[in-house]
């Protein structure tokens, strides 16, 4: 196994680790609004379904880098 192979699976695993405990954190959620830039999110939205909490999935959508206030207003517009 190559250096890169053992930094790839180390980044794998620290990313697999993030998102578990993530979803840990959405389990008693009464809706989930995932939102903003990248990839990350349809990975998330996999990851959610895969732990049977996608009917708590209000909405996804992509957006620019956000302020606490957007984010904040963000949340109130589905509310």
Known sequence: MTSEDR??????????????????????ADSI???????????LEKRIEHEGLKAHILAI????????????AKVRQHA
């Open 7 to 28: 930094r790839d699976r180390k980044f794998a695993n620290n990313l697999n680790s993030f998102y578990d405990e993530v979803i840990a954190m959405l389990r008693d």
């Open 33 to 43: 609004q995932i939102f903003g830039p990248g990839e990350a999110k349809g990975e």
């Open 61 to 72: 959508e992509t957006t620019d880098k956000m302020t606490d206030r957007q984010i904040a």
